[in-house]
């Protein structure tokens, strides 16, 4: 202080240092900042005391100034000790769930962030970043699999991400939920997932547009994660038609060739269809809970108001049956079940790997998921869950029979899917939802492991998908060969290989509940196994008739794709000991009768060997029976022309409409209507807004502003 | 007065002081020896609470105006009788967190009570606080131990978060409060209350524009701990996180408080140099009015659409802060004895809700409306009642303590003239009964449904429920007394 400065000069610093620390209080975020803001102002305060008690002569004014500075390190004292204690909460109380669940989530959704951003300019980075973000989420759901299994049974760990929707009575929260069922779907996606990402490091190598494809197939899986690990429907709807679009992306990946994106287009389109049934189906539970006072989707809750569900209709049609169905109708699509499975053939025309995805650990599972998440409101609608049986039945049976006529090796297995699926509906339809999710895990092994076998040969012979032009592969892709042999075993249900296990569990239930079906599950499973049998037999076995080229070409996979591919094996051949059914709390379904077991046994190996016997032993009576059946075959081969079908009846109407649509309602009536509201909102936005915001500077600042009120107030009156 | 003479008026605080020293010995003792949970630090908080309130009764009696500690306390009618009411709202804070689950639960209790009464402490200098050294440390005191207390719930996020909260905006509303006590030092040359009155006296023109300045912010940090509009932001969320006892002490007790110290500076510091406009030109009468309006009419309103109970009460709160201002704006010995008996009356009806809220967050675990749908018709008909008659006095209906203190609160702005102001209170107070009401029909004229679990209360739970019932009860009804002892209570102190 220089001593002749006049008052004047204290009293203008102090207001300028109070200044500061107001404006740090309001504009800073860091909690310590604001502290060291307080802190400011009381020294502004010490200053003019100082000032003033100088000028006067008095000595009150500088002992006040010991007072507040005492005051303000008891107040940074308290400060500190509360942010502690909130830190000290955050870490203990809620931390298991808080931490772990989020970061299954977030870590395939950091990886979108790296391969967008900074994708292009590392892909040396995204090699690793891709697979490993995948990675570290399936440590971390096996890390939450764990502490879920010292909980006691039925036991569910929760975290809650945020307050997403807040209307009115209705509330969503952003909470992710860890119960047995999504766990093991959690592990399924994350692990299967993990090595499909390493497996396509080396299958995409060299591709233009590596980290496009790596993001793509993050976001895929972080979106299949909000789907199984969402604890309202509400939340699970954001990852159905997340994977929804990844699939049309992925699908339609190398999109310069038109009917790539022309599949990806119809992926896309069908299964717009099942989600619209799948949304009236919320709308219609979300109404009827909400008549009863219930304004929620969350899974727990609807499980605790069934009664209000029990008794509910809707014009007349009880509630659980429409719910029921309409849901189902999403399931159709998404599943690929008839008659929307139209889709899922098509979708070939992706990567290889991203086929591999979508049929084994993501997307189509979902349908049977959800179905599997809300068993207890099925349970209430016999009729709908009747509906679900002969559907997958008829799915499985349909399917079956079409692969036996394919000759491209990425179809057979198509249809293949379509049919397995089938098979997990009938499962969840006559009641054993254990053993329709525990057929869901093994057929991920197997199928994914098929998948990316097939995808081995297709990379191996240069592009060749025709299974005519394959054969007698066996000695030069020997681990493609163990492995998919292995898969092919399984799929065809030879004991003890995983899909024994699981396909038997459905089918000896189908036989309690619903006989028919038992026996058309059986046929299809003999149908199964010749298909399976004649994929390998013409791949691998026989004579070789690769083309010219694909002779030169023809090589076994590096490592970076066999070593997913023997892992998948292991888990193909020992899924089945998994004890998912007993995990899932479903006990009472396991053990099918023995003659049962006999003869799915017999169908299976009976269906290899007549594939063997067909196309390596008798190369040419296959095609003295397809003459024979003359029309039939044509049919079968061209998978009953059902595409045709639709395109008649669906499509080209929808077209007709649609033009009317765009000529005529669209630009006058809502374009119309669109812009008048938004008109009406601009003017009257900004008019209300909530006060009580929870934020502590916006408080401070309505402190303040009060304050300048008041003496506004006063200077203008 | 010097210090040893001091003494004699000091008996409250310093029976208090003892009995924090105890509690702290006592807990000490009882961790020392690996005790975890003892009920006794709560009985000795207890006694002392209550043997505080008999060392301020007698204080009554006592007809000297004195200068206490070299001019930073003062002693008069006005500080006993807000010594006698806080240390009522001590003992009932005290008592309510020995049944409450919430306090019960946690460790460190002997930590908490040793707050407790510390904060009371704290409040009691704030009634007898005329200096502005002794009114900010006084008031900073009481904050501190308010911050922890409403963060006491360590594992729960929201008391944390809080605590956190009411930290930060106490400490910018002290700051700019401090700040304006030092333009006011500056510009009187004086730091107690007197000397501040004949300070204003002197002040030539410019000054005055200054002066009114460091009065808006002085007035800012009061209606901070008063939580009246626009400075009661930090109230929904503090008396939301806090254990319902502690929010119960605030809204209660540290109300009170707040009170005292906004009433004994402007009527007595700041007012008592002559009619307030004429010396300073401030228009303290047109701010109150405002502030008092506005307090009222938000705090009712934000409350209409809360469903959790502590929510609502805290806006409830705001709205009887409101009320009370309407006294405090009528800046007359009227006004401060309507103010008096309207904090009286508050105190009775407010504790008894929140001791009701209390109970059946033990019962059932909920705090939001819901959890009160057919109180009556599943265990619950006594704490009910009691908390109708608490929700109908709050509101002003009439056989109840509530209507006879808003009828003087109303009743004195209408011989002051402030005929506008009471009209605009009495349509809040129609207002606020739609709130009230739907409290009171959940409880009684909903069906309660099959979730809701039949709940059970003890009668010894709900003795001093009973209590406080049976006085809204008679002071609706035989409030003489009391009008007589505000009567003698309001006469302050002026040096």
Not at chain 1, 348 to 368: K, R
Not at chain 1, 565 to 579: D, Y
């Amino acid at each position: 202080m220089p001593p002749g400065a006049p008052l004047t000069w204290y009293l203008g610093l102090s207001a300028v240092v109070f200044a500061i620390g107001t404006v740090g209080v309001l504009v800073r975020r860091n909690i310590i900042v604001i502290f060291m803001a307080i802190e400011l102002m009381l020294n502004a305060v010490n200053l003019t005391f100082v000032a003033f008690a100088r000028s006067l002569g008095s000595m009150d004014g500088q002992v006040i100034v010991f007072f507040v500075m005492t005051v303000a390190a008891a107040e940074a004292a308290v400060g500190l000790a509360i942010i502690l204690a909130l830190f000290r909460n955050r870490e203990t109380t809620n931390a298991d769930e808080l931490v772990t669940l989020r970061w299954i989530v977030l870590l395939p959704a950091a990886g979108v962030f790296f391969h967008v951003f900074l994708g292009r300019r590392a892909i040396a980075a995204v090699k690793v970043v891709g697979p490993g973000l995948v990675g570290a989420a399936f440590a971390v759901a096996v890390v939450a699999a764990f502490r879920l299994r010292a909980l006691p049974e039925g036991g569910i760990l929760r975290d809650h991400v945020y307050t997403w929707i807040a209307a009115g009575p209705f509330r969503a929260d952003a909470v992710l939920r860890l119960d047995a069922l999504s766990a093991v779907m959690a592990l399924v996606v994350t692990g299967v997932g993990f090595l499909i990402h390493v497996y396509s490091v080396g299958y995409m190598s060299g591709d233009r547009g590596f980290a496009r494809y790596f993001a793509y197939l993050n976001l895929f899986t972080t979106a299949m994660l909000i789907l199984v690990l969402a604890d309202n429907l509400v939340l699970l709807f954001v990852g159905w038609e997340g994977v929804g679009l990844c699939s049309y992306l992925l699908i339609g990946f190398w999109y310069e060739k038109p009917e790539n994106a022309a599949a990806g287009k119809k992926a896309f389109l069908v299964n717009r269809i099942g989600d619209a049934g799948f949304l009236l189906g919320l709308f219609v539970l979300v109404w009827t809970l909400g008549r009863h006072g219930f304004w929620t989707l969350d899974v727990a809750e609807i499980e605790r108001h069934l009664d209000v569900l029990r008794t509910a209709t809707i014009g007349g049609w009880p509630v659980p049956v429409v719910v029921g169905l309409l849901l189902f109708m999403g399931a159709t699509g998404k599943s690929a079940q008839l008659p929307l499975y139209v889709w899922l053939p098509d979708a070939m025309a992706g990567p290889t790997p991203v086929s591999a995805l979508i049929h084994a650990a993501t997307m189509v599972t979902a349908g049977v998921y959800m179905i599997a998440r809300l068993h207890a409101l099925y349970a209430l609608a016999p009729a709908a869950l009747t509906v679900v049986a002969v559907v997958g039945a008829a799915t499985a049976l349909f399917a079956a029979v079409i692969a036996t006529a394919q000759t491209d090796i990425k179809r057979v297995l198509a249809y293949s899917t379509v049919s397995q699926l089938g098979y997990m509906f009938l499962g969840l339809g006559v009641g054993a939802t254990g053993a329709a999710v525990f057929h869901l895990v093994t057929h991920a092994f197997f199928k994914a492991l098929l998948f990316l076998g097939a995808g081995s040969v297709i990379h191996g012979l240069g592009g060749e998908q025709d299974m005519q032009r394959m054969g007698g592969l066996r000695e030069r892709m020997p681990v493609t060969f163990w492995t998919m042999a292995a898969a092919g075993l399984a799929i065809a249900g030879v004991p003890p290989l995983a899909g024994f296990f699981s396909k038997d569990e459905i089918v000896s239930s189908a036989f309690r509940e619903m006989p028919v079906l038992g026996v058309v599950g059986l046929v299809a499973a003999a149908l199964t196994a010749y298909y399976t049998g004649r994929l390998l037999c013409l791949t691998f076995l026989g004579r070789s008739r690769l083309s010219h080229e694909a002779e030169h070409h023809v090589h076994e996979s590096p490592p970076v794709m066999t070593l997913p591919l023997a892992i998948l094996a292991v888990g193909a051949v020992a899924g089945g000991f998994l004890p998912v059914p007993a995990l899932l709390g479903h006990r009472g379904e396991a053990g099918a009768p023995l003659a049962l077991m006999a003869l799915a046994t017999g169908l299976a190996v009976g269906g290899l060997w007549l594939a063997y016997q067909l196309h390596v032993v008798h190369p040419a009576v296959p095609a003295q029976v397809a003459a024979r059946l003359g029309g039939f075959y044509q049919l079968v081969r061209d998978k009953f022309r059902v595409d045709e079908l639709y395109d008649a009846v669906v499509i080209r109407p929808l077209f007709a409409a649609a033009d009317v649509a765009a000529r005529g309602i669209d630009p006058k009536l809502i374009d119309g209507t669109v812009n008048g509201t938004g008109m009406l909102v601009a003017a009257t936005s900004g008019v209300w807004r909530r006060l009580q915001t929870g934020n502590v500077q916006h408080y401070a600042l309505f402190f303040l502003l009060g304050a300048l009120a008041l003496l506004g107030y006063y200077v203008g009156r | 007065m010097d210090a040893t003479q001091s003494l004699r008026y000091f008996g409250p605080e310093l029976v208090l002081t003892a009995a924090i020293m105890a509690v702290l010995a006592l807990d000490l003792g009882l961790t020392a020896r690996g005790i975890e949970r003892s009920r006794w630090p709560g009985i000795v908080a207890l006694a002392g609470a209550a043997a505080a309130i008999g060392s301020a009764v007698r204080l009554l009696r006592v007809p000297a105006r004195e200068w206490l500690f070299g001019r930073m306390l003062v002693f008069d009618g006005f500080s006993v009788y807000f010594k006698v009411l806080l240390g009522l709202a001590l003992l009932a804070a005290v008592w309510m967190s020995l049944g409450s689950r919430e306090v019960r639960g946690q460790p460190n209790e002997g930590e908490y009570f040793t707050l407790l009464l510390s904060s009371g402490l704290a409040m009691l200098l704030m009634a007898a606080a005329a200096n502005l050294l002794m009114a900010y440390l006084s008031l900073e005191f009481a904050s501190l131990t308010s911050y922890v207390l409403t963060g006491f719930l360590r594992h729960n996020r929201r008391s944390a978060e809080a605590a956190l909260k009411y930290l930060i905006y106490g400490g910018v509303a002290s700051g700019a409060m401090i700040y304006g006590m030092s333009w006011i030092f500056g510009l009187t040359g004086s730091m107690d209350y007197a000397g501040i009155a004949a300070g204003i006296a002197q002040l030539d023109d410019p000054s005055r524009g200054a002066f009114f300045l460091a009065l808006v912010l002085v007035l800012a940090g009061f209606g901070y701990k008063v939580a009246s509009v626009p400075f009661h932001m930090w109230a929904p969320d503090v008396y939301t996180g806090a254990p319902i006892p502690v929010t119960a002490f605030l809204a209660v007790g540290s109300k009170a408080a707040g009170f005292a110290m906004l009433l004994r500076f402007f009527h007595f510091g700041v007012g008592a140099a002559g009619p307030v406009g004429a010396v300073t030109r401030v228009p303290l009468l047109q701010l109150g009015t405002l502030l008092c309006a506005a307090t009222m009419t938000l705090g009712n309103l934000a409350a209409l659409s809360q469903q959790n109970m502590k929510r609502l009460l805290a806006y409830s709160s705001i709205a009887h802060a409101g009320y009370a201002l309407l006294g405090f704006v009528v800046f007359a010995d009227a006004g401060v004895q309507a103010v008096l008996f309207y904090l009286t009356v508050y105190y009775i009806m407010n504790l008894g809700a929140f001791w009701v809220v209390m109970l059946i967050a033990n019962a059932t675990g909920h705090e939001d409306l819901p959890s009160y749908r057919g109180l009556a018709w599943r265990g619950g008909a006594l704490p009910a009642l009691a908390l109708a008659i608490f929700l109908f006095s709050l509101a002003g209906l009439p056989p109840l303590a509530g209507f006879v203190g808003k009828f003087y609160v109303f009743g004195a702005g209408v011989e002051r003239g402030l005929i506008a102001l009471v009209v605009v209170g009495v349509l809040n107070s129609v207002v606020s009964l739609y709130y009230y009401v739907r409290v009171v029909k959940t409880m009684f004229l909903d069906e309660p449904r099959a979730e809701d679990a039949p709940v059970h209360f003890a009668l010894n739970d709900l003795a001093a429920v009973g209590l406080l019932s049976a006085a809204t009860l008679v002071l609706g009804i035989r409030f003489d007394w009391l009008l007589a002892r505000v009567e003698t209570a309001r006469r302050i102190f002026a040096g």
